[in-house]
């Protein structure tokens, strides 16, 4: 699998055992994008999909890079 944010950290915190204390990693910021940049659709058929898209996901703003798989802000009976 490919992390979907890469945050850079100045030192990591361990436990007795030499493994991560997870809680005292930093929460990823999920404006950040991996790195892509929100772009409008290019064309009429993008156009169309990006409404279909946030009619049924009920989002407020979505790019044609947009992963919309990993956003929180999805109601949940979308994906049971």
């Not at 992390?3 to 404006?31: C, M, S, W």
């Amino acid at each position: 699998m490919i992390p979907t944010y890469f945050i850079q950290i100045n030192e990591v915190h361990l436990n007795a055992n030499g493994k991560i204390i997870r809680t005292g990693l930093p929460e990823p910021d999920n404006n950040s994008g991996a790195g892509s940049e929100f772009l409008l659709p290019t064309n009429d058929l993008q156009a169309k999909l990006v409404e279909i898209l946030l009619t049924v996901l009920q989002v407020e703003k979505i790019g044609i890079n947009s992963n919309f798989l990993n956003w929180e802000q999805i109601p949940y009976p979308l994906f049971p």
